[in-house]
């Protein structure tokens, strides 16, 4: 029992610490505030349910992107409330930026506008390159080479421009 | 200025503040149940298994069938013979599924998770299609074994014969049997295409995507 609440207590510990990560995947696989909430439990579940697991060979954050981005690209099941239905609000929600000035906030909408329009492979390469992963890490976490992994980030870049200059 | 490098600049800027869960928010969060397709998968085989062996030990809970079995043209060691392969068969599946299920891992990478799924998905498909091909075989084999065998069956046969209508008592059964063959295969078919149709389409699509250009 003792054991357990060790694991527990340092499990929060870090997702606490950690949960951002948890964050972003949310805010680029889904579109209004309820998915998004929705989604986070379950990446929290799935993190849990594989904690025993970890053994620390990799970092926690590493562990998470794996756990994060799988979870919302294979396991999670759309629940009741539909994430489809793109509200542009909701969409937009997430913007909300103001020290831009305006053509650059505008361009900023539109990207993530774009960017929310990719299918989930697609935005879960974006997500790792917005975090700053290198191909390598792109290439474990995805399970792909890292020469596929290349070409598809160039592939989505192309489409993302023409999702925005159609 | 590349699109991307825009938004990454944007996005490591943490501009947008996320809600900050503490600590005593989590840990509720850990009790909740899971929706995951794997849940669900998990389930739906259970069911299935439970499904085959229901159907396959029904007619002996009642003593009518089980005259019936007794008074059967087969012989008794072929019978129980079948029994216990059916059972190993199934003792089989649950074991594959058993392991089948334990392999897969949301810290895998995210193709590796997704071929586990569908390897687990297989398992079953490969079950129920061995229900299907050894329902239908012994369907086959004891209805020759009913024309072989059964006086009744010879006699009646026999009469067909003499009215000259062999040809058209031949067509329509073998014709009956092939369509309630089909009929029933062909529900059983379109059942698993529409839970599975559902519950994998995103994966398959996504393992699909995930898959191009791989060589």
């Known amino acids: ?166 | 200025m590349d699109e991307l490098e825009l938004l990454k600049k944007d996005w490591q800027k943490d501009t947008v503040t996320y809600p900050k869960l503490s600590a005593n928010e989590i840990y509720p969060m850990l009790l909740k149940k899971s929706s995951s397709i794997v849940k669900s998968l998990f389930y739906i085989s259970i069911g299935e298994l439970l499904f085959w062996i229901i159907l396959n030990s029904f007619p002996f809970l009642f003593d009518s069938y089980r005259e019936a079995f007794d008074n059967m043209l087969m012989s008794k060691a072929f019978f129980y013979g079948v029994t216990i392969f059916t059972y190993v068969i199934i003792f089989l599946f649950i074991y594959l599924l058993y392991k089948a299920y334990k392999s897969i891992s949301v810290a895998d990478s995210t193709k590796g998770l997704m071929e586990s799924i569908l390897k687990t998905r297989k398992i079953i498909k490969y079950y129920v299609i061995y229900n299907l091909v050894f329902g239908g075989a012994l369907i086959i084999f004891s209805f020759i074994i009913e024309i072989v065998k059964n006086p009744k069956v010879s006699e009646q046969i026999a009469q067909f014969e003499t009215d000259g209508k062999l040809a058209i008592f031949w067509a329509t059964t073998i014709g009956m049997l092939i369509l309630g063959i089909l009929i029933f295969g062909g529900f059983i078919w379109l059942f698993y295409r529409l839970i599975y149709g559902i519950l994998l389409k995103r994966l398959n699509q996504n393992y699909k995507e995930l898959k191009k250009l791989e060589v």
């Open chain 1, 1 to 166: 029992m003792k054991l357990t609440k060790e694991l527990e207590h340092s499990f929060v510990e870090q997702l606490e610490k950690h949960q951002n990560i948890v964050h972003k995947v949310c805010r680029l696989y889904t579109n209004n505030q309820d998915a998004h909430n929705d989604l986070f439990q379950e990446i929290t579940i799935q993190l849990w349910k594989a904690y025993p697991k970890f053994r620390g060979d990799s970092k926690f954050s590493t562990w998470m992107y794996r756990v994060g981005l799988n979870t919302a690209i294979t396991l999670y099941r759309k629940g009741k409330r539909s994430i489809n239905t793109q509200h542009m609000d909701d969409v937009l929600y997430k913007v909300k930026s103001v020290e831009y000035d305006d053509t650059e906030e505008q361009q900023l909408k539109l990207l993530y506008k774009a960017v929310h329009q990719l299918n989930d492979i697609e935005k879960a390469l974006v997500f790792l390159y917005l975090e700053d992963k290198n191909y390598r890490e792109i290439s474990y976490t995805m399970g792909i080479s890292e020469v596929n992994a290349r070409v598809k980030m160039n592939r989505v870049k192309t489409k993302l421009r023409t999702i925005l200059n159609p």
